[in-house]
């Protein structure tokens, strides 16, 4: 029986998210492919950390290194991590040992039923890390945009961290950047909450900050 794990991670690190849906949804794609869960692993901390700041991501990578583990079941690509460079050094990681990755909003495995790389599949993450990483750089550039029309028109007193925030527009606006995009696709503050897993406060959070800096 194949052996896998399960990671799934979400960002915020308060009670308005959770993995319980990306988890859930894996298990039930592990018992219809027969699969043998051995180990589920579940993390609420920043896809931008490095490895060593993401203690379970670590601790599955160690568990890995073990031997045993056949498949990594993740909800989607930005579980493993949104730094690019480093995301692709842990799929590399993987593949050298013989670890399938199945992201799942894709229906996508990065190795063959041999073991071998997935051309394809490998060729198709490097394409989705590039497009993400060209909307963070285009999400910046926007926001860089925003802030200095912000500035002109009312000064710089109007913007920044103000007493008893919890992060400025821009931490807001890049920790969010999956809301940005799907905001930009004219979903529904529902549709967004439901796909991202995050709250419809949150959801609202973001419109209002993109509105404010002229994102949209």
Known sequence: MTKAVIY???SSEGNRQDTERQTNELI????????????VYEEKV?????????????????????GGTEKLLIWELSRIGRNVIQSL????????????????NFNLETLNDDKTPNSLSMFMVQILFSVANMESQLTLSRLQSGYRSLVAS????????KTGSIETEEETIQKH???????????TIRQISGLTNKSTNTVLKVKTTMDKLHML
């Open 28 to 39: 039930d794609y592990a018992k219809k492919m027969g699969y043998e869960l051995v180990g």
């Open 177 to 187: 950047s999956d809301i940005v995009k799907l905001l930009k696709k004219k979903l």
């Open 154 to 161: 009312k000064g710089t007193k109007s913007i920044g961290r």
């Open 46 to 66: 920043s896809g931008f950390k490095k490895n060593e700041d993401r203690p379970v991501f670590s601790k599955m990578l160690e568990d890995i290194e073990k």
């Open 89 to 104: 050094q842990n799929i590399q990681l993987l593949t050298e040992k013989k670890v399938s990755i199945y992201i799942k």
């Open 8 to 10: 799934s991670r979400v």
